[in-house]
C-alpha cells in the first residue's frame, strides 16, 4: 500500500494475464488505487460511481499528455495526429456538435444494410485461409471487418480497399515501420476521398460532414476532416477487439452459445453484456488534474494522471446485481456499462461499434453452426497490453 491506496503493478504477469481479479481485489480494498509501471504512475478510480463521475469532472482532463505518439511519424502528418478524443472543451465541444449528427444511433442503424453484406463477404472467404483444419478468425474477420466499415463510410473504391487493409493491420500493431508507412496513405486517401464525395455526394459519413462543413460555415476545416478519417481508423480498433473477445467468450461459454443461436433477438442485449463482462478497454485515457483535488482523504496533485478502472468498474457490485456472472439477458435498465467511457468524451462511435459486432456475431454463428476454439480457452494468446484486453490470434475450426 501506498498512501493507503492498494497497488497495481501494471507489468506483473498476474495483473497482465488477469486484470479483472487484480482490479477487483483493489476495488475491494478502497475507492481508489496507484496503477504504475517503470517511469509512469496513475491514480485509479476503481468503483462504478467513482469512475463515472471522475469521467464527466471538469477538474480532470484529457490533454496531449493523456497519449504517446508512436515514434516515426513524418512531420508533415503531425498536424493530422490531433484528433478530437484528446481535445479539451469547448474545442472538443465544438466538433463534437459539428460531427455528432452522422453518428447516432438511428444512422448506424441506416448502415446495417450495408454493412450485412461486408460481413458475408468475409465470412465467405473463411474457408480459404484453413490451415491444417483451423483459420484465425482474429486475421481474417474480426481486424478486416471494421476497416472494410470505413472504406464503405467514407468511399473507398473498391479497388483501393485491400491497400486499406493493409493499413489498418499496421495501424493495429500501433508502431514499426509499417506504422509511420501507413499514416501518410491514409491521410491522403482521406484527402481523395474528400474530394470525390465533394464532386459526387453520397449516403456516407463523408457527405455528412461536408454538408456539417458548409452548414457551419466553413469552421469544420479541411484538415479536421482528414484528421477524422484518421481518427476513424483508430477507433477501428474497438470492434476489431470486441468482436474478438466476444467470440472467445461465447466459444468458451457453450451455454451461453447455445442460448444465442436460440434467441437470436437478445443479440443487441448479449453485445452491451459482453461489452461490460469483457469489453477492451481496461482503463480509461488518463485524465490530468487541473488543480489539488482530494479523493477519499488522498491529495491528488495539479498535474498527476488520473484513470477510471473500467473493469474494476463494471464489475463492481455496488452497480451491477452478481456482476462476475455472464449474463447475456441481463435486465435492461441497469446501470450502464463504462465500456465506451462516460461523459463529454463518451464514445463517438459507440452505435456503429455496437451494430457492427451484432450483424458479426449473428452471421458468424449462423453461417458456422460447428464453430469451435481450436485450443483450450485458456491457452488464448493475449496482447500483454495494460490498458486493452485484447487477442493477439483467435484460431477456430469451422
Known amino acids: 500500500m501506498a498512501s493507503g491506496v492498494p497497488e497495481i503493478?501494471?507489468?506483473?504477469?498476474?495483473?497482465?494475464?488477469?486484470?479483472?481479479?487484480?482490479?477487483?481485489?483493489?476495488?475491494?480494498?478502497?475507492?481508489?488505487?496507484?496503477?504504475?509501471?517503470?517511469?509512469?504512475?496513475?491514480?485509479?478510480?476503481?468503483?462504478?460511481?467513482?469512475?463515472?463521475?471522475?469521467?464527466?469532472?471538469?477538474?480532470?482532463?484529457?490533454?496531449?499528455g493523456s497519449f504517446t505518439p508512436p515514434p516515426g511519424i513524418p512531420e508533415d502528418c503531425l498536424p493530422y495526429m490531433r484528433t478530437m478524443t484528446e481535445m479539451a472543451a469547448p474545442e472538443h465541444l465544438r466538433l463534437r456538435r459539428l460531427v455528432a449528427p452522422a453518428f447516432t444511433a438511428r444512422r448506424a442503424a441506416d448502415f446495417r444494410p450495408r454493412l450485412e453484406p461486408l460481413v458475408e463477404a468475409l465470412l465467405d472467404d473463411l474457408p480459404r485461409h484453413l490451415d491444417d483444419g483451423a483459420v484465425d478468425l482474429m486475421a481474417h474477420f474480426a481486424a478486416p471487418?471494421?476497416?472494410?466499415?470505413?472504406?464503405?463510410?467514407?468511399?473507398?473504391?473498391?479497388?483501393?480497399?485491400?491497400?486499406?487493409?493493409?493499413?489498418?493491420?499496421?495501424?493495429?500493431?500501433?508502431?514499426?515501420?509499417?506504422?509511420?508507412?501507413?499514416?501518410?496513405?491514409?491521410?491522403?486517401?482521406?484527402?481523395?476521398?474528400?474530394?470525390?464525395?465533394?464532386?459526387e455526394p453520397g449516403d456516407d459519413l463523408l457527405t455528412d460532414l461536408i454538408r456539417a462543413q458548409d452548414d457551419d460555415g466553413g469552421r469544420l476545416s479541411d484538415t479536421e476532416m482528414v484528421t477524422m478519417v484518421w481518427n476513424l481508423v483508430l477507433a477501428g480498433q474497438t470492434p476489431i477487439n470486441l468482436i474478438a473477445n466476444a467470440v472467445h467468450v461465447l466459444l468458451s461459454h457453450p451455454d451461453h452459445l447455445a442460448r444465442l443461436r436460440v434467441e437470436p433477438e437478445l443479440m443487441p442485449r448479449a453485445v452491451e453484456e459482453l461489452m461490460r463482462w469483457c469489453g477492451p478497454m481496461l482503463l480509461s485515457i488518463p485524465r490530468y488534474a487541473r488543480?489539488?483535488?482530494?479523493?477519499?482523504?488522498?491529495?491528488?496533485?495539479?498535474?498527476?494522471?488520473?484513470?477510471?478502472?473500467?473493469?474494476?468498474?463494471?464489475?463492481?457490485?455496488?452497480?451491477?446485481?452478481?456482476?462476475?456472472?455472464?449474463?447475456?439477458?441481463?435486465?435492461?435498465?441497469?446501470?450502464?456499462?463504462?465500456?465506451?467511457a462516460h461523459g463529454p468524451h463518451f464514445c463517438l462511435g459507440?452505435?456503429?461499434?455496437?451494430?457492427?459486432?451484432?450483424?458479426?456475431?449473428?452471421?458468424?454463428?449462423?453461417?458456422?453452426?460447428?464453430?469451435?476454439?481450436?485450443?483450450?480457452?485458456?491457452?488464448?494468446?493475449?496482447?500483454?497490453?495494460?490498458?486493452?484486453?485484447?487477442?493477439?490470434?483467435?484460431?477456430?475450426?469451422?
Open 291 to 340: 488543480e489539488d483535488v482530494e479523493l477519499f482523504g488522498t491529495l491528488v496533485h495539479k498535474g498527476e494522471a488520473v484513470s477510471a478502472s473500467i473493469v474494476g468498474a463494471n464489475r463492481d457490485p455496488r452497480a451491477f446485481t452478481d456482476p462476475e456472472t455472464l449474463d447475456l439477458g441481463r435486465p435492461a435498465g441497469t446501470a450502464p456499462h463504462l465500456g465506451f
Open 145 to 199: 471487418l471494421p476497416i472494410d466499415v470505413i472504406c464503405e463510410l467514407v468511399g473507398v473504391p473498391d479497388a483501393d480497399r485491400p491497400r486499406w487493409r493493409e493499413y489498418g493491420a499496421a495501424v493495429a500493431a500501433g508502431s514499426g515501420q509499417r506504422f509511420g508507412e501507413a499514416i501518410p496513405a491514409v491521410l491522403e486517401g482521406a484527402r481523395a476521398a474528400i474530394a470525390r464525395r465533394r464532386a
Open 350 to 398: 459507440a452505435s456503429l461499434a455496437r451494430v457492427q459486432t451484432e450483424v458479426a456475431l449473428i452471421a458468424l454463428l449462423r453461417r458456422y453452426p460447428d464453430l469451435a476454439l481450436a485450443a483450450a480457452p485458456h491457452e488464448a494468446r493475449r496482447v500483454p497490453d495494460p490498458g486493452t484486453w485484447r487477442l493477439f490470434t483467435l484460431p477456430v475450426t469451422l
Open 9 to 64: 503493478d501494471l507489468t506483473s504477469p498476474d495483473v497482465v494475464a488477469d486484470p479483472f481479479t487484480a482490479y477487483g481485489r483493489a476495488r475491494e480494498q478502497g475507492p481508489l488505487a496507484r496503477a504504475g509501471a517503470p517511469g509512469f504512475a496513475l491514480w485509479v478510480l476503481t468503483r462504478y460511481d467513482d469512475a463515472r463521475a471522475m469521467l464527466s469532472d471538469p477538474r480532470f482532463e484529457i490533454t496531449s
